[in-house]
């Protein structure tokens, strides 16, 4: 297949161009960063207006678009405007780009995210019976932000008129891997450092995917002709957050984590030119969709998950201890 991946630059983006790779399919990774030193072919574009870019989607056999500016920052009025505006720009402009193709491309994959969903303890959020998010009586006006965000982002995807490609929107959970930059590393870092405790009561929930299961997910989905629209791409069995950094203690060798209360994590936020919202939100979501069509899952179990990560990560110490 020819993939193309508007936004690929990034920490997922190199992931899954890497697995494409490796599986000898030809990738084409847009991006705004011109000088960029990879094992395949990357193309400028800006993300906002087409240019010669958009021959690369004319004749491909899939688009995955995964563009927009990280939400890993203080949500200012700055910030704000780019992390909307770098999502539902870039989306029109990938849909306007295929709807003029003149052969275009069979399927297009949409980022989205899981945070869509309300927050909620009482049970998961699928992709039918799921709650929508923003109506929250309680949830901060960043929790809001995002959710609008989301809703934004799908409904650019929505509104293309793309009609011989078929469209999936990936809400996906986060993605974990041992890669320098996302956000297993940074997780593993401060279990290593013993700050590896519950975060606030620590009765929120985590969903997450593996990597390896993150990128089988999007082959499934370029291959099951049946499925498009949203689509959860997360793990079967999301679990509260202390259980969940208890089992990456476990996994790392950690033999104890502080725990931090909700003041303590607005000042490490605040800090760390963050957001509390990726650590106290409870995102209770599961993959119905992907399950019912047959997918199974090779890391469904977040012990099993953080044990194999862990270990890949304890190489990549070894290695550039080593160099």
């Not at 847009?30 to 193309?43: F, G, H």
């Not at 990936?170 to 975060?199: C, K, Q, Y």
């Not at 950690?254 to 106290?280: H, S």
Request: proline letters at 6%; glycine letters at 8%; charged letters at 25%.
């Amino acid at each position: 297949m020819k993939v193309v991946i508007p936004g690929g630059s990034g920490h997922v983006g190199t992931i899954l161009a890497r697995a494409l790779m490796s599986r000898g399919h030809e990738v084409v990774v847009l991006s705004r960063r011109r000088k960029l030193d990879l094992p395949w072919r990357v193309v400028a574009w800006d993300g906002e207006t087409i240019g010669d870019w958009s021959s690369e989607v004319d004749g491909a056999d899939v688009v995955i678009n995964l563009a927009g500016r990280s939400v890993n920052c203080r949500y200012n009025a700055a910030n704000r405007r780019a992390i909307l505006e770098s999502r539902v720009r870039s989306t029109k402009v990938v849909g306007a780009a295929i709807g003029r193709s003149r052969v275009p491309p069979s399927v297009w994959l949409q980022a989205s995210t899981a945070t869509i969903y309300a927050h909620r303890y009482d049970a998961p959020n699928d992709e039918r019976s799921g709650v929508i998010g923003g109506n929250e009586p309680d949830a901060p006006s960043t929790w809001r932000f995002s959710i609008d965000v989301a809703r934004a982002w799908e409904a650019a995807a929505d509104e293309a008129h793309v009609p011989g490609t078929r469209q999936v929107v990936m809400r996906s959970a986060m993605i974990m891997s041992p890669e320098p930059g996302g956000i297993f590393d940074t997780l593993h870092r401060l279990v290593r450092l013993g700050l590896g405790g519950r975060a606030g009561d620590g009765r929120q929930y985590v969903s997450w995917v593996h990597h390896h299961d993150f990128v089988r997910a999007l082959l499934w989905l370029i291959e099951r002709d049946e499925l498009s629209g949203p689509v959860n791409v997360a793990s079967p069995i999301p679990l509260p957050n202390a259980d969940f950094i208890r089992a990456l203690r476990d996994s790392a060798g950690a033999p104890f984590g502080l725990p931090a209360t909700r003041w303590m994590l607005e000042i490490g936020a605040f800090l760390m030119r963050t957001e509390t919202e990726l650590i106290l939100k409870s995102r209770r979501v599961v993959p119905a969709r992907l399950l019912e069509s047959g997918f199974t899952f090779d890391y469904p179990v977040w012990r099993h998950a953080a044990r194999q990560l862990c270990a890949r990560d304890g190489r990549a110490d070894a290695m550039r201890a080593a160099a």
